[in-house]
């Protein structure tokens, strides 16, 4: 690099030191002081975090990649001046001070019990509970504290039990910083999947219709619940209990059932349409039927047999 002739340039008439020394570091310019140790995340090694005492003026040049997790990379000044070189030769320093080498790692954090599991439990509602509830998770055994990379992790599940979700089991997982692992866990969890169902306030009888029966909702662990109700047509007129069912317990769908219209054993009108004749004629009902289901019933004079759909109570239409 050209050195500027500072004795000479004294000599000239009208010129002071100050000026002169002006002039010189306008040709050599000053050194950086390099850190011995940074840290730096996923997008890379920039010059602006190894030097000491950068500022907002100081460029920030991309001079390799970052060193993958649990491990650094040193580089000495001339190390560093041959990166210069390719991206930003102008930038070449000759008069680096500070540490002889810089030691560069990845940035990393301390990750708590706690926030690995909102991880996990955000990953098992999107990817298994879905709309069954809402995910409540207890580790079985206390997860120490580990050091993770320090930039945003996602959570991968690695295995889950051909069971899926349930009171007990194994979950096997990943954290991920980008396509870096973070970390691995093994961990044995209990578990909760909480929902609003519907629950008898008051003993309930068998036979007794929905709309008349004393009902409340509560939260309740789907998971030790078997196909409990978590909506019922409270309005529907044929809709009835199935079952007795005593107060506090929560209704399955074992509960309901649709009460019937016609019953075995009475009379009906049943009309019967042959192509465009249409004759009514009074049946015997064989078997309980529901609005719309199709029935057996026996005409009174004929004794014969046929099956028809109800229309009501006292209709069933039969077609040839």
Known sequence: MMKFPVAKFLCQPCLSLGLALTAAAAVEPLGWSLLPAVQVDAMGIHLDQIIAGATAE????????????????????AQINDLLQQSAPELVNTNWGGAKQVKISRRTRTISESEIKVLLIA????????????????????????V?????????????????????????????AGEEIAGTWQIPVTANIWREVYVASSALKRGQLIRDADLSSERRDMLALRDALTSVELDNPFLELGENVPAGTALTSRSLRLRPIVHRGKVADAIVRDGPLTVSVKVEIL???????TIRVRNLKSK?????????????HVTL
């Open 123 to 146: 990953s098992l509602q999107q990817n298994y509970v879905k709309e069954r509830g809402e995910l409540e998770l207890r580790f079985s055994r206390p997860v120490p504290a580990a």
């Open 148 to 176: 993770v990379i320090d930039e945003p992790l996602t959570l991968k599940l690695l295995e889950l039990p051909s069971a899926g979700v349930t009171a007990n089991f194994i979950a096997r997982f990943e954290l991920r």
């Open 304 to 316: 014969r047999e046929f099956r028809g759909k109800v229309q009501n109570e006292e209709t069933i």
């Open 287 to 293: 078997e309980d039927g529901l609005p719309g289901q």
């Open 58 to 77: 100081t460029p920030h040049i991309r001079l390799a990649s970052a060193p993958v997790a649990n491990r650094a990379v040193i580089f000495t000044a």
